[in-house]
């Protein structure tokens, strides 16, 4: 199941960052700030249980990007607007299950739905599953951004995909 997340899932939410993104994860304090930004969306996947299994955070909005602000993008694409995905995991266990697959198609409907003209994101060069995951889903390479990542530090690539 795919619902939006409640103030109530912010715990376990900052427990599964530090298990997918460790000294890179978003804090307890860091989830509630983003969360409480009307431009961020939480979505989460949860089996019937209720137990999380994966989870997206875009950015809309001022948290979005306009075309011409995405390093080195080429398309031709004026002042359009493409949605961000500041993040996506899902926990270990889960993983290769589709469950990230389902995020991003159902997220990338909504934002097309809404009038974004794509969207974007920051990937690191060594994450290959990611990285086949976006790329069977349209999104391609655009930039990269030396010593974005920084624990440890590593190189991040900007993938962009057009509707």
Known sequence: MIRRAEAADLPRLAEAEQVCFGQEAWDAEGLEWLFNDLEV??????????????????GKG???????????????????????VMSIATLPEFRG???ARSLLVEGLEKA????????VLEVRPRNFPAR???ESLGFYRVAVLPGWFQS????GEIWVKQF
């Not at 440890?152 to 190189?155: L, R, S, T």
Request: contains cysteine; aromatic residues 16%; negative net charge.
């Open 41 to 58: 969306c939480f979505w989460l996947l949860e089996d019937e249980a209720g137990k999380l299994r994966s989870w997206v955070v875009w």
């Open 62 to 84: 001022t948290r979005s990007f306009q075309a011409a602000d995405i390093p080195a993008f080429s398309g031709d694409l004026g002042n359009h607007r493409f949605i961000r």
């Open 97 to 99: 299950s589709g469950f």
């Open 112 to 119: 097309q739905a809404e009038g974004y003209s794509g969207a």
């Open 132 to 134: 086949r995951l976006y």
């Open 152 to 155: 440890p530090e590593e190189d």
